[in-house]
């Protein structure tokens, strides 16, 4: 049975191991190997899940977390009623079942349930498959970029405008 239901104490654990396979795979060839293989560890993960408290949604299928989604509001100063898309990983052995794109009609529908205008997030501009994935989602590169001197990788903004 397909479940999307709302992210659980619980399933911290199982999500910060989703979320840094998930980086190092995706990432990997543009990310430096200390930050994807020293500093995003699933010990940290877990705790950073838990400080940050997320919302957000998980895709259980046979009682197993295949994928997880967490939203936060965009800060009102930088972008008017724009929910922010914060993370969306797959468990790399499940990628290409129509998981991610589930996981973003989740993130539309409360969007839309919450009257936000916009969907936002930031893609690394060397993820190639994350954009081509987006922009088949419809979103589209908004003209706002950043560059992350620590890593030294930049990335770009994607939109959305939400369908009520």
Known sequence: MIKIRAIEKQDISRIAEIHVYGRRIAYKGFMPHKFLFGESTVAKAIERFTEDNHEGYVFEEGGI????????????????????????????????????????????????????????MWVFDDNHDARTFYEKMGYYQDGVSRFSERNGVAFSSYTKAVVK
């Open 65 to 120: 977390i295949k994928g997880f989604a967490t939203i936060e509001k965009w800060p009102e100063d930088e972008r008017k009623n724009t929910l922010r898309l914060h993370k969306i990983f797959i468990e790399p052995a499940f990628q290409g079942q129509g998981i991610g794109k589930a996981l973003i009609k989740q993130v539309e529908k409360t969007a839309a349930e919450f009257n936000y205008e916009f969907i936002s």
